[in-house]
């Protein structure tokens, strides 16, 4: 997933155009903590078992329900049996874009799969103004 951190704002793009040498040596930093903050955004939200769009996850199947309970986990679907594949989940700048990705193919593996049944790798409208507020201050 790539996001970009855009502002429609005339005082941001005012203020840019009159700091462009301290935006140029602030920003890669800026985007680079943006980026990690994406990735906890993600994380929280699953961690509390809920979708992108903040609705609850669909429940696990009766069968998977079963295997949880034996092996002591929780029937809560929060997307978590080991911790591996959202452990995996980092991010990365390039240019002007961070890139939010999974270090290990077996967990991206996991992720594409569970994407496809509860919506999880994403970030909503809400999250972007937080990380443009974020990526803004750390600008000034």
């Given at each position: 997933m790539n996001f970009k951190v855009t502002s429609n704002s005339?005082?941001?793009?005012?203020?840019?155009?009159?700091?462009?040498?301290?935006?140029?040596?602030?920003?890669?930093?800026?985007?680079?903590?943006?980026?990690?903050?994406?990735?906890?955004?993600?994380?929280?939200?699953?961690?509390?078992?809920?979708?992108?769009?903040?609705?609850?996850?669909?429940?696990?199947?009766?069968?998977?329900?079963?295997?949880?309970?034996?092996?002591?986990?929780?029937?809560k679907p929060d997307l978590q049996f080991s911790g591996r594949m959202l452990g995996s989940m980092t991010s990365k700048v390039r240019k002007n874009t961070a890139i939010i990705y999974f270090t290990r193919a077996a967990e991206a593996k996991k992720a594409a799969m569970n994407q496809k049944k509860r919506p999880f790798f994403g970030l909503n409208r809400k999250d972007i103004n937080v990380l443009s507020d974020s990526f803004f201050k750390r600008l000034k």
């Open positions: 005339k005082q941001v793009d005012l203020w840019v155009k009159r700091n462009v040498e301290q935006v140029r040596k602030k920003a890669p930093r800026a985007m680079k903590i943006a980026g990690q903050e994406a990735v906890n955004i993600i994380e929280d939200r699953t961690a509390t078992g809920r979708e992108i769009g903040l609705i609850r996850f669909k429940p696990y199947s009766a069968k998977y329900s079963k295997f949880r309970r034996e092996k002591g986990r929780g029937k």
